[in-house]
């Protein structure tokens, strides 16, 4: 049994006595020790190694005492099983060097065999879970497919992944066999890791708000409620679609045990939207964790009290930025665990 259940009790709506807290991004870049280890081995070295990546998802929760882990990893994994060359590009990040962009492409992507191309990701769950010792829950989690598709066709990051728009508007036939695909291989992934010993999964649909709402619909959230409905008997799901506050109501109806918000839409319209009947996740904005320490307990404790004690996990709505100071991270942990 996990010695502190309170992220798993919130996933199930029960009354805390607080909320959770853990941060996106949480096992990363802002802390020292993560910086040593990336200084010695490159992006996709850190994340095949279970050693490492063990290693860097609990290094958070040494110094800070947050109420989950999430598994140090990278949504672009699951492209690479899937016969996509995905590089880790410095200064400009992921790099696809042959984007997928024709039906042709598309065919050339295989539902892979997640134990002997992703298995290095299950003895790193095993390997954390150890380090862990039962103290907390950890998270694993997978991109949404549409975020997937867009880094696939656009090739790279991008402000508007207009390629990748132009490819799902003009070869839909290729663009949601594609997204099936995608879809096929994460459920697949995500039940690997369960049976490994996550104890939540979390889809991040991070491109999702570049999507009309109609959009969204066919080309995103679809896909989503697939890998809510195939996991939804193994672990909880959380899904998060960063700027899809538009699609919440319909979130809500799914078998999602949580949602995640981003800093787009208030705790009173984020309840509202979902009828107060579903766990709600975020949504502190990252940059706001520049302000100072006493300025973000303030905002955290009022945030709370909006969204209220329970059903509520404490997050932000986006992953922690690389050059937040060490004392303001802990200043947003200690906020909520001092919380009354």
């Not at 009790?9 to 910086?35: C, D, H, N, S």
């Not at 892979?112 to 879970?129: N, Q, R, S």
Request: aromatic residues 10%; hydrophobic residues 40%; negative net charge.
């Amino acid at each position: 049994m996990i010695k502190n259940d309170l992220f798993l009790r919130a996933l199930k709506g029960e009354t805390v006595e607080r909320p959770p807290v853990w941060m996106m991004r949480q096992a990363g870049r802002y802390l020292p020790e993560f910086i040593a280890i990336r200084e010695k081995y490159d992006f996709f070295t850190r994340c095949r190694t279970p050693e490492l990546a063990s290693e860097i998802t609990v290094q958070p929760i040494r110094r800070y005492g947050m109420d989950a882990a999430i598994l140090f990893s990278d949504i672009l994994v699951i492209p690479q099983a899937m016969n996509i060359e995905v590089e880790m590009k410095p200064g400009v990040g992921p790099w696809l060097p042959n984007p997928v962009r024709t039906q042709q492409d598309v065919d050339n992507v295989i539902v892979p065999d997640i134990d002997e191309t992703l298995g290095y990701v299950m003895e790193a769950i095993k390997a954390t879970k150890e380090l862990l010792n039962d103290e907390i829950p950890l998270i694993g989690f997978a991109g949404s497919p549409w975020t997937i598709l867009c880094y696939c066709v656009q090739g790279q990051g991008s402000k508007n992944f207009d390629k990748a728009k132009e490819f799902c508007f003009t070869q839909p036939i290729a663009a949601h066999t594609l997204l099936q695909k995608i879809t096929d291989t994460t459920i697949a992934y995500l039940k690997e890791k369960v049976k490994a010993g996550v104890n939540a999964v979390q889809v991040f649909d991070s491109w999702g708000g570049m999507l009309s709402p109609t959009d969204y619909q066919e080309f995103s959230w679809q896909y989503i409620n697939q890998i809510i409905e195939a996991l939804k008997d193994d672990a909880p799901v959380i899904a998060f679609g960063k700027g899809c506050w538009f699609a919440l109501e319909k979130m809500s109806n799914s078998n999602a045990s949580a949602l995640g918000v981003d800093w787009t839409v208030s705790p009173k319209v984020a309840r509202e939207l979902t009828g107060n009947k579903i766990t709600l996740q975020g949504n502190f904005d990252p940059v706001r964790l520049l302000s100072p320490p006493k300025v973000i307990k303030e905002m955290v404790h009022q945030m709370i009290d909006e969204f209220g004690k329970d059903k509520y996990i404490v997050n932000l709505g986006h992953g922690i930025l690389p050059h937040v100071p060490l004392d303001n991270a802990k200043a947003f942990i200690d906020a909520v665990k001092e919380y009354k």
